[in-house]
């Protein structure tokens, strides 16, 4: 395994192009409490990287996310 493949996402964006959201920004986002960012993100039904003490989420998880919470609804 290459280090190009290593920096790969799932999806074949390359780490670097990946744009990382803060909680705040996550939840003004989905328009809700940063609370409830930081339980997804805890319960493992949104995708995060620990920096620090804390925590930032992917763009394209949020997105997947709300598709996957969208179509449990409809």
Known sequence: MSSSDF???PDGERLSEVRFL????VAALM???K?????LVHGGELTAVRVGRSFRVPEH???AYLRGAFSQTA
């Open 7 to 9: 920096a790969k996402q």
């Open 31 to 33: 328009r809700v409490s």
């Open 61 to 63: 998880a949020v997105h």
């Open 22 to 25: 803060t909680v705040a920004e």
């Open 35 to 39: 609370m409830t960012v930081y339980r």
